[in-house]
Structure formats: structure tokens, C-alpha cells
């Protein structure tokens, strides 16, 4: 079952000459449980694709569907209840609440929806799971820059998302504390059967994806490879 | 420095405007308000020039006749001076602008006290008495006069008509300007120079005045020295030489030495000398406007720069010095002034030239005079705008200078923090406490607001001042309006004695001059008047011991007056038994009077049935030069004992009180209560100079008849029913009371009218302004509070695209404006009471001495302000609240 569906998709930027066409008939289908990589070169379009799959962004042209559901068709407050209860960010640059602790950036979008109903368990074990709990009551300016992006997968996870849209997760981080980030993104997506799509300019870590959707200029170059042992423990690739 | 500067001002161009406008509002506010302000001094001046004459100074000198040599000599020096004025020569020291001679040929006792009078075309022009209608007097039966005197005399003639004074019978060749009517103390008949040649001895009195440009004092010295005249010989006009430094004021440092070191001084002392000395509120408030445009430039400066204070921390990185930073601020900071400052004061100018005409007068100290029975303050007597330059250009000196040091404080302020830090912002948050709020159940939108907000609690606090500041002066404006407002009912009923319209009172020096009460009943009569209040006077003396007297400075001062000490023997005099006599007016009140006496009760209660049931009396307080009031340490239901002369047709001898005790009738009564003034006030015996409020008793009119068996009348105040005609109404007390003796009509409408508009006029100026500052405080407000929700402009975003509603957003950010408008709400109320209202009470008691404090702010207005915080607050953090929702989220969260 596709759980986000992108349908001829434009996405264009000013106007008359100085319009930037960002996105051209782009036209992508993501399964349940996939953990697919966007990868292209800078200003190819990767992270509009992205904002306008997390409904950030409105495209110029074209339909997304997620989880069935045209988000392009819901009001601006239908809007941001979808997108809070059913899709996660994590960006490059963190983007944690500097005056909030580590456990409160983890539960703040919790409380946009469910008020002070907060489920402290949830929390707890994926503060544990991504290995900072010990860090709940640091600041973000306290932390490492891989603990912040922890706290940040921690934040996208919280509302239990069924997709999780990581822009560049992995851009500010060392190459150690990168495949940690990875290695825990990819964990989460098994345990919490979570659809992650990620853009990554690093091919390196692409290839540890399910499958890689490659853009350049607005396009996307053929279909993407399905990696098949990543779930299923057989190596190779197979096209999807 | 200055290339970087003009980028940076182009680069942030609604911050430029920003400090521009902030620059360009002080200037106005500066220029307008300081202009106004020397404009109403300056027309002060002229007022009181049209009141109290054009000159400086006079000096009398009793010529003997026989004596030629004396009056040669005077002679002499008058034609020099008269031709030094005329050449305009420059004396030693001294310009003299005009020189004028009068010279009392008489007087007559009977049935006033009138003065026959010559006075050169100088002296004329210089004392206001020039000729209106007809001819000077040449001859020795002719004579000019004022309307007042001639209305008084009972002369309904007109020129060439004969008057039977004492006996001879004098035509009145001419009319003259009238005086000013509160002022009206002295009756003069103008005769020409021949008149009384062969008398024994006249009286010549030689006014001058000065070139203005130069201190007064300095030039009255040069001349002192130069024709060898004795200090005690000068007699200053006061009320002008009070605007143009006509005293050699004391020096600040002498000010501040006597007041720590002499028991009488005290900080009153040094505030009421700055006042009258250096012009203190005039100064004061310029340099408070100063102060407050400088803490609006410096806050809206300091906001811009913090916007950009990563960047210069950048700069610095890259090896630009502090230097060079603190004078690209400053070149901002003086270009942006250089520009504002002119345009302000264009501007300010050009505000009060529209609406000047309203707002004459407003500054004024003192009633806007009126002559005789017309207005002296008429439309074409506006003395128009006087810019002030000397205070404009020390305005733009300080803030010149002010300004450099703003910048260099803001450099500081950057380099308190590391590069580093500066880059990275506020981490102030992370030194307090960390609970997991979440855990606690809290709301954390709530509590990422009130983080955003106390994460720096300077900025915090310079926001709820900025909120507050407006507030806090529109409270002290209006607490003061209120309160001047009642101060000047008061005061225009008992100081400057027009609490009625129509006065009709006995010019003599026998208390056994009265108006019968068959006179009072008639104008009682007069259909067109109402409240006709009539009171009977008998002065007394007051005995009290010796160790009663609190004020001995007091009464030394008072009793250093030749008039008090050659007619009464002094005012409070020791009796040698270990009393002091006290000269006191006792007045018989009308119970409507009595009535009205309730609004100045300082102690005790004004009970009409228990005054006459017990015999009690109403004792009017002392008030000393910095508002404080006494009654010798005594408090009602404490007892006097008054004296007054058992004749009341007593030799003028028995008022000094000395005479055998057989001609006086002793009595002691119990104090009901202590007030501030006296209404109804004579103007024969101790009150004689304008309005003073000298020691009075006041019981009813019934008590001191039945006490001192006095039966007459001496005042008799009166007002109008509404819609009388005014005009008729004087014509007819004229004519009831023109078969009394003595007897003076006075018609104090014009004035009534000249100060009424006056007050209202005041009151509405002082709104004005408290709406201007709210209104620059408002602009300040603003852009605080923008700065404040557009610092965390790239948490907003993220709390966005962490899925809050607009809705959610916006209750986040007015939550915030809430919080600020009540903190301001709070503030402003501990700050208005605990040392505002404090401030306000003590420089209205004891700088402006107002009478009562009484009036407080409506609560209404109370409320309006707190409500007008929040509303401000709420509309300052929504205006970029809507802005941040309106924004793109990515970009917001890229920021």
C-alpha cells in the first residue's frame, strides 16, 4: 500500500523571468515501512520535494496523497492537525526549542494535540532507545551535535508518525556520529514501522536505504533500486 | 566608518526609520513644548506688563520746596537722564530705555483716598495711564481720571462736567486707561504740572526702565553707583523684573550649603530657590523631555543593534576593531540626528503655530489680567510664539554629545559578551532551574512563552518600562490636572478673590464704615442676582503664650512691613507677660459663606447649628513659603482668646492693641475647625496687599454681633442668575449702594470669564501632552514588543512546523502581550503609589502649593490605563505575530 503518493508534481518559484522551475512532473509512489533515499546534487529540488511531501510547501501543480488523503484539498488548520499527527520532521539543523529541555522538545508537538495527555512511557523509551536519556534535562546549546539530532528524531517520532521526513539529518555531523544517526533513524523505522523518506546528498549513506530516488534539476532520474537485505537479510539490488 | 554606516541604515530601513522618527519626535516634542513654554513666559511678561506697567524700577524722593537746592538737584538729574534716554546713551554699566517722573501734588481723605497726581507723557506711557478721551488737565481745577474713580465718585458726567471734591469743584477735561481690576488698590486724580505749585511739599517719583537684553540687577547697580542712590530709595516692579533678573540671584552652591547647614533649610528650600532663582520647572521639565527622548532613542537604538549584533561580532572576527564599530553606530546615530533633530523642530514649530492662539497662556503663573470692566487678554493682544534658541541649541548640544555616549554604551553592551556569544544569542535561560515541565503537566506553549520572554529579563524590564513610562505620565497628568483643577477653584475663590462675580465692599479706615443691612436686603432684591453673601469685620488680636508661637521666623518676617509696624505697632508682639499679641481679622460669615469655607477644612468640622449653639469659631491656618500650615501647635476644640476694640469706632491708635485694656472686650471660643483660606477678605487693615491671606478668624455673622455687637456689613460678594444680563446687573448695585459711604463696587466678570477660559485651556494642554508622550511611549512600545516576537522568529517557525495551529500561534504570542500588559499594569500601579503620587503630593504642597490635595484619578481613568496596556500589548505582539503565521515555515525555521 503507498502511503504517500506524489502525482505529477511542479513546483515553481517567482515570476516571469525570474520564475525557477524547482520541480518538474515529478511522479513518486512510497510503500508502508519504506526508508527511502532522495539524493541529488544542491539546488536540484530534493528538499522542495520534501516540504511539499510534509505539506511545508504547496506545489504549483500536481496532487500528493498521504495515506490516501490529498492533503493539497485540506484547510490550512486540516492541515497542520494532518501534518502533526501523521508526519515527523527532522531537520539538518536540528531545529530544537533552545529554551526547552531535551525531554520538553520530545514532548511539545505531543502537546499541540493532546494537551497535557502526554505519554511519558512512549517518551522515555525513546529517549532510551536513542540513547539520551541521560541528556533529558540539557539544554540543546548544552549538547553534542549527534545527541541534538537524537532529541530531534525523538521530537519527529513523539506523535508517532506513520512517515518521517529527514532533511539532511546527517549534514552537520562527523562521519561516526553519522552512522549512528542512520544506524537509529533505520532502527526506528523497524521498530515503530515508520515510512522514512530522507534527502542526503551522500551517497554513502543512500545506499543503505531501501530504495534511492535520485533528482537533478527539478527531475527524477529513473526509478530508484530497492536494497533488498536491508528487511529481509538477502543482499542485492532489484529495481522497483 | 561612515560608508559601513549609511549601508547598514540601507540595509535595515525600518529600523533606520525607526531611530529616525524617534529622533524626529524628541525634537518636536522639545521645540514644541519648550517654545510654549518661553512663549507663555514671555507673555506672562507682557501681561503683566500691561497689569503692573512697562517699567523696572522707581525711586521716590520727598523734595521739600523751600529747599531749592534739593529740588534743583532732582531737576538735574531727571533732564540728564531724560536726555541720556533720549540721545540712547549708553551709561557705565547701564542702557536706560526709558525714564518718566510723577509727582503727588495731594491727596484727599475724603470720601477715598485719592492721590492728585502729575505724571509726564513718559511716566504715562510706562505706568499705563495714558489719555483715552479728551484733554490733559492744565489748569489748577482741571483733572483726568480712570472710570473707576470716577464711577466710585459717583460721576455720571462726562468730559467738561463739573466734580465737588472736599469742597472744590474740578472739571474733567480727560478719561485714562483703567487699571488692572484685581489690582485696583489706589484712586488717582492726574492734574497738570502747575496744579498745587505753592503747596509745602510733593512727593516726585522718577520711574525707569532698562534695556532687557542685559541683566537688570547689573544695570540697577552700574546706575545705584553712578548717581549715589541708596538701595533702600529703589523700588522694583516686581512682577516684571521677576522675568528679566532684576535681583542678583544666590548661587547654587549656596542654595545647597544653606540648606544642609541652616536649621531653616531643607530640600523645599532648595527646590523653591531653584524655582525662583534658575526657573526651575521650566528647566526641569526640558531637561526631563530631554531625558525621556533620550531613553526612547537609546531603547529603539539599542533594538536595532542587538538585531545585528551577530554581525558585528562577525565583523570583528574579521578584524574590524571595536573602533571602527562604536563609530559606525555613531556616524548612524548622528547622521540619523543631524536630519531628525532640524525637521523636529520645524516640525514642532509648525504644530504650535497652528494651534499657538489656543494654547497661549498656558504656562502662565497667573491670572490673565483684565481692566475694569473689559479683558485685557483680547485676541489681538496675543503676544504670538517666542522661540526659545539659547535651550533649542543646548538641546542639540546634549543630545549631540549624549548620542556618542549611547553609542559607545552599545558597543559595550556587545562587548560584554563573548564573539561567540554574540553570535550564538541569549543563553541566559539555561542558568535557571531545569524541571521537565512536561512532566508537571504544564502547558508548554505557556511555558515556552514565558521563556522567551524572561530569557532576558533586561529586555524584559525595558519593555514593561517602555509600557509603563506612558502610562505613569498620563496618571501624574492627570492626578495633577484634577487636582489644579480644585487648587484653582479654590484659589479663584479665596487668593484671588473672585469667587463672585459682584463685590461691593467699604474703602475706608474706620471699621465703623459699614453697608446696612437695609442695603444688603435691597440688592438681596435684585432679581438678577443670586447667592449675595454679605460679611461684617472687626479686626482682633489673638492672645497666645509665649512658648505657643512655633513660627517665630514666621512672624519676624511679617513684622518687619513699615505698613504693619507704623499702623499696628507690628503683627505679633510681645505683650511682656509672656503672651504675644497677634493682629487678627475677624470676620462675620454668611452661613452660605460657611457653607462654602467646607472645601478648605484642613482639621476639625463646620457644623452651623453647634458654631452658634457653643460659640465656636473658625481659625484660619499660617502657611509658611513651602506650604505647610500651622495654628500655633492648637486644634479644634482647643480655646482662644481674642481681643477686639470695645468701640468700634476706635481711634486708629487702639488697633495697635496697647492702648488700656478697658478699651477692648476679651473673649475666649472653642475652635470648630481650622481651614486653609478665608473667603470673603477685607482689603483696609492687615489684607491689603492683593489677596493675601492674612490671619483671619471667621465666625457667623450672628456670633459677632452678639459677641462685638457688630451690626453692619463691610464686603458683600454677589453672583448673577444664569442668563442675566451682566451689563445691567452693575448699573444697579451701583445704584443700591451709591448712598453708602465709602462704599466700592467692583465687577470681577471679565476676569472670571479670562480665567475660566484660562483653566480650561491649562487642563486641556496637560491631556494634550500626556497623549503625546503615551503616543511616543506607544511608538517605543511597538517596536520593543515587535523586536521581541521577532527575535524568536525561527522558533515560531518550528513550533509550526511541529504542527501548531495559527490559532495556537497566535493564543501562544497574545498570551505574551497579556503577560507584558498586566506586569506593566502591576508595575504601574506600585510605582504610581509608592513614589509617583508621592512625588506628585510633595511638589503640589510644596513647590506649587496647591491648597488641597483632594482630588484623586477617576477610577475610570485608572482602568482605561490598565485596560489601554493590555490592548497596547496585545496589538504590539499580534501586529508580528500575524506576520510570523502569514510566513513561509521553511524560511522562517532557515532564519
Known amino acids: 500500500m503507498n502511503i504517500l503518493e506524489l502525482q505529477h508534481i511542479e513546483k515553481i518559484y517567482g515570476v516571469k523571468e525570474n520564475q525557477v522551475r524547482a520541480l518538474h512532473d515529478i511522479n513518486i509512489q512510497v510503500k508502508e515501512g519504506e526508508f527511502v533515499a532522495i539524493v541529488g546534487t544542491s539546488g536540484s529540488g530534493k528538499s522542495t520535494l520534501l516540504n511539499l511531501a510534509g505539506g511545508l510547501d504547496t506545489p504549483t501543480k500536481g496532487r500528493i496523497l498521504v495515506k490516501g488523503k490529498e492533503i493539497d484539498s485540506l484547510s490550512r488548520k486540516e492541515l497542520t492537525v494532518f501534518r502533526r499527527r501523521n508526519i515527523g520532521f527532522v531537520f539538518q539543523s536540528y531545529s530544537l526549542m533552545p529554551v526547552l529541555n531535551v525531554y520538553d522538545n520530545v514532548a511539545l508537538p505531543v502537546t499541540f494535540d493532546r494537551g497535557r495527555h502526554v505519554d511519558h512511557k512512549y517518551i522515555e523509551e525513546l529517549l532510551r532507545e536513542l540513547g539520551i536519556w541521560d541528556k533529558r534535562r540539557k539544554y540543546p546549546a548544552e549538547l553534542s551535535g549527534g545527541q541534538q539530532q537524537r532529541a530531534a528524531i525523538a521530537r519527529a517520532l513523539a506523535n508517532r508518525p506513520a512517515i518521517l521526513l529527514a532533511d539532511e539529518p546527517t549534514g552537520n555531523l562527523d562521519s561516526v556520529t553519522t552512522i549512528e544517526v542512520i544506524g537509529l533513524l533505520k532502527a526506528s523505522c523497524k521498530k515503530y514501522s515508520q515510512t522514512i523518506l530522507m534527502v542526503t546528498h551522500n551517497e554513502a549513506i543512500a545506499q543503505t536505504c531501501d530504495r534511492i530516488i535520485h533528482i537533478e534539476d527539478g527531475r527524477v532520474l529513473g526509478k530508484g533500486f530497492v536494497r533488498k537485505h536491508f528487511f529481509s537479510g538477502e543482499g542485492g539490488e532489484v529495481p522497483c | ?895
Open chain 2, 1 to 895: 566608518m561612515l560608508k559601513l554606516a549609511c549601508q547598514y541604515m540601507k540595509y535595515y530601513k525600518s529600523q533606520t526609520f525607526a531611530i529616525f522618527a524617534s529622533i524626529f519626535l524628541t525634537a518636536v516634542l522639545l521645540s514644541g513644548i519648550s517654545t510654549l513654554m518661553y512663549s507663555s513666559r514671555q507673555n506672562d511678561l507682557e501681561n503683566s506688563r500691561t497689569m503692573y506697567g512697562d517699567w523696572h524700577y522707581r525711586v521716590t524722593a520727598d523734595v521739600n520746596s523751600d529747599a531749592g537746592s534739593d529740588k534743583s538737584d532732582f531737576e538735574d538729574i531727571y533732564k540728564e537722564l531724560c536726555g541720556k534716554v533720549q540721545r540712547k546713551e549708553k551709561g557705565s554699566g547701564y542702557r536706560l530705555e526709558q525714564c518718566g517722573r510723577a509727582q503727588m501734588k495731594g491727596m484727599l481723605t475724603v470720601p477715598y483716598e485719592i492721590r492728585f497726581l502729575y505724571a509726564d507723557e513718559s511716566c504715562r506711557r510706562m505706568t499705563h495711564c495714558q489719555l483715552i478721551e479728551g484733554r490733559e488737565p492744565v489748569k489748577d481745577n482741571e483733572i483726568a481720571a480712570d472710570n473707576y474713580t470716577l464711577e466710585n465718585l459717583g460721576f455720571s458726567g462726562g468730559i467738561g462736567d463739573t466734580l465737588n471734591l472736599g469742597g472744590d469743584i474740578y472739571v474733567l477735561t480727560g478719561i485714562v486707561k483703567s487699571r488692572w481690576a484685581s489690582g485696583i488698590d489706589e484712586m488717582n486724580l492726574f492734574v497738570g504740572e502747575e496744579f498745587g505749585k505753592d503747596s509745602a511739599a510733593e512727593q516726585n517719583i522718577l520711574y525707569f526702565k532698562f534695556d532687557e537684553n542685559e541683566k537688570l540687577y547689573v544695570q540697577l547697580e552700574a546706575f545705584q553707583r553712578a548717581y549715589h542712590i541708596p538701595g533702600d530709595a529703589v523700588e522694583a516692579n516686581e512682577d516684571i523684573t521677576m522675568y528679566l533678573s532684576g535681583e542678583r540671584p544666590d548661587s547654587i552652591i549656596d542654595i545647597i550649603k544653606f540648606a544642609l547647614t541652616d536649621e531653616r533649610g531643607n530640600f523645599t528650600y532648595i527646590i523653591l530657590k531653584l524655582q525662583s532663582e534658575y526657573n526651575f520647572a521650566f528647566n526641569g521639565m526640558l531637561v526631563l523631555l530631554l531625558l525621556f527622548g533620550l531613553f526612547v532613542i537609546y531603547s529603539v537604538f539599542n533594538i536595532s543593534v542587538s538585531r545585528r549584533k551577530a554581525e558585528y561580532a562577525m565583523l570583528q572576527t574579521l578584524g574590524i576593531s571595536e573602533g571602527t564599530i562604536s563609530g559606525t553606530l555613531i556616524f548612524e546615530l548622528w547622521i540619523l540626528f543631524l536630519a531628525g533633530y532640524p525637521l523636529g523642530l520645524i516640525a514642532g514649530n509648525s504644530i504650535l503655530r497652528l494651534c499657538g492662539r489656543k494654547l497661549d497662556g498656558i504656562f502662565t503663573s497667573k491670572i490673565n489680567g483684565a481692566a475694569y470692566g473689559e479683558r485685557v487678554q483680547n485676541a489681538e493682544d496675543y503676544a504670538g510664539i517666542h522661540v526659545p534658541w539659547e535651550m533649542i541649541a543646548a538641546g542639540f548640544v546634549f543630545l549631540f554629545f549624549a548620542l556618542a555616549v549611547v553609542g559607545f554604551l552599545t558597543v559595550r553592551t556587545i562587548r560584554k559578551q563573548t564573539l561567540s556569544q554574540a553570535m550564538a544569542g541569549d543563553t541566559a535561560f539555561m542558568k535557571q532551574s531545569r524541571p521537565v515541565y512536561s512532566k508537571r503537566g504544564c502547558n508548554l506553549a505557556n511555558i515556552v512563552t514565558r521563556k522567551f520572554m524572561f530569557s532576558d529579563k533586561r529586555k524584559v524590564i525595558g519593555i514593561i518600562l517602555s509600557l509603563s513610562i506612558g502610562g505613569c505620565i498620563f496618571l501624574c497628568t492627570t492626578y495633577m490636572t484634577e487636582n489644579l483643577k480644585v487648587h484653582a477653584q479654590m484659589a479663584f475663590k479665596s487668593d484671588d478673590g473672585l469667587g463672585s462675580e459682584y463685590r461691593v465692599s467699604v474703602r475706608s479706615d474706620s471699621m465703623a464704615d459699614t453697608i446696612p443691612a437695609s442695603v444688603i436686603e435691597e440688592m438681596k432684591d435684585i432679581a438678577e442676582l443670586s447667592e449675595v453673601y454679605a460679611s461684617k469685620y472687626i479686626m482682633g488680636e489673638l492672645v497666645i503664650k509665649k512658648e505657643q508661637l512655633e513660627w517665630n521666623e514666621y512672624f519676624r518676617e511679617k513684622n518687619k512691613d513699615s505698613y504693619y509696624q507704623e499702623r499696628y505697632g507690628g503683627i505679633c508682639v510681645d505683650k511682656g507677660n509672656g503672651t504675644y499679641g497677634i493682629k487678627y481679622d475677624v470676620y462675620g460669615y454668611d452661613t452660605g459663606m460657611i457653607e462654602e469655607l467646607r472645601e478648605f477644612l484642613l482639621e476639625g468640622e463646620i457644623d452651623l447649628n453647634k458654631l452658634e449653639k457653643r460659640n465656636q469659631v473658625i481659625a484660619v491656618a499660617n502657611q509658611d513659603g513651602q506650604g505647610n500650615y500651622n495654628f500655633y501647635g492648637l486644634h479644634p476644640k482647643d480655646t482662644v482668646t481674642l481681643r477686639v476694640p470695645k468701640e468700634i469706632n476706635c481711634p486708629a491708635d487702639v488697633l495697635k492693641f496697647d492702648a488700656d485694656s478697658t478699651e477692648y472686650v476679651e473673649k475666649q471660643f472653642e475652635i470648630a475647625a481650622i481651614v486653609s483660606r478665608a473667603l470673603a477678605k477685607e482689603d483696609n487693615y492687615l489684607n491689603v496687599n492683593n489677596w493675601s491671606n492674612s490671619q483671619s478668624f471667621i465666625m457667623t455673622n450672628r456670633l459677632i454681633e452678639d459677641n462685638y455687637g457688630i451690626s453692619g456689613y463691610s464686603i458683600v460678594n454677589a453672583s448673577p442668575v444664569t442668563g442675566a444680563d451682566t451689563e445691567k446687573i452693575g448699573g444697579k448695585i451701583l445704584k443700591t449702594v451709591r448712598d453708602v459711604p465709602k462704599a466700592v463696587f467692583r465687577d470681577y466678570t471679565a476676569a472670571i470669564e479670562t480665567q475660566k477660559n484660562y483653566l480650561k485651556r491649562r487642563q486641556l494642554f496637560f491631556s494634550g501632552i500626556a497623549v503625546i508622550l503615551l503616543v511616543i511611549s506607544l511608538f517605543h512600545i511597538m517596536n520593543s514588543m515587535n523586536y521581541s516576537v521577532f527575535a524568536h522568529r525561527r522558533e515560531y517557525g518550528i513550533i509550526r512546523a511541529m504542527g501548531i495551529t495559527d490559532a495556537g500561534l497566535y493564543k501562544m504570542i497574545l498570551r505574551m502581550g497579556i503577560l507584558y500588559g498586566l506586569l506593566a499594569d502591576v508595575f504601574i500601579f506600585l510605582i504610581y503609589h509608592l513614589l509617583f503620587r508621592r512625588v506628585m503630593d510633595y511638589y503640589m504642597v510644596h513647590v506649587v502649593q496647591f491648597l488641597h490635595i483632594s482630588a484623586v484619578i477617576p477610577a475610570g481613568v485608572f482602568g482605561m490605563i490598565m485596560v489601554l496596556n493590555v490592548a497596547i500589548a496585545v496589538l504590539a505582539v499580534m501586529i508580528p505575530a500575524g506576520k510570523i503565521a502569514a510566513g513561509d515555515i521553511i524560511e522562517e525555521i532557515r532564519r
